[in-house]
């Protein structure tokens, strides 16, 4: 509810039938059992989610950013991929008063991107999903629509697909 309140509504099409840890798994991720054609959203949470009540809503809130517009078939942008980083980071320092990082300097550099962006714009995340809720859908019209004025190349860096 925190994230649609922050960030607008989510595709209800997709139905989130729960979390589970992967204990072979290597990192968080959203898992589509059935494909597209069912619509069904699992969070897999990974080691040490599985004893470390920190690090599994940490992954969690990762995650459920990425719920908002699923689109199984692309690979998110840096947009989505900082904001999901973003709000996990924020969601673990309000509530449990510590510092969670991913350790990767891709996602850390999509967070700060997506943090000067917030700083700039707090409600920039909504205006842009008023314009176009899928994140990946996104282009420098979608900013132009939603009034946010931002350089090309600053547009293009958040439209960019993410490498981890």
Not at 10 to 16: A, L, T
Not at 97 to 117: M, T
Not at 145 to 155: K, Y
Request: aromatic share 10%; charged share 25%.
């Amino acid at each position: 509810m925190e994230v649609e309140k922050l960030f607008g509504a989510r595709d209800m099409s997709w139905s989130i039938l729960g979390a589970e840890i992967n204990m072979d798994g290597d990192a968080p991720q959203n898992w589509y059992p059935g494909g597209a054609a069912r619509k069904h959203i699992v969070f897999q949470l990974v080691p040490p989610a599985d004893r470390d009540v920190v690090v599994a809503c940490y992954q969690l809130a990762h995650e459920v950013v990425h719920s908002l517009a699923p689109l199984i078939d692309k690979t998110a942008n840096v947009l989505e991929e900082g904001l999901a980083t973003w709000y996990s980071r924020m969601y673990v320092k309000k509530n449990f008063h510590s510092e969670i990082n991913s350790g990767l300097r891709s996602y850390d550099d999509a967070c700060r991107q997506v943090s000067e962006f917030l700083e700039r714009y707090p409600h920039g995340i909504r205006q842009l999903r008023a314009v176009e809720p899928c994140f990946k859908s996104m282009t420098e019209f979608t900013f132009a629509e939603a009034g946010i004025e931002l350089s090309q190349n600053a547009i293009n860096a958040l439209v960019a697909p993410f490498e981890r």
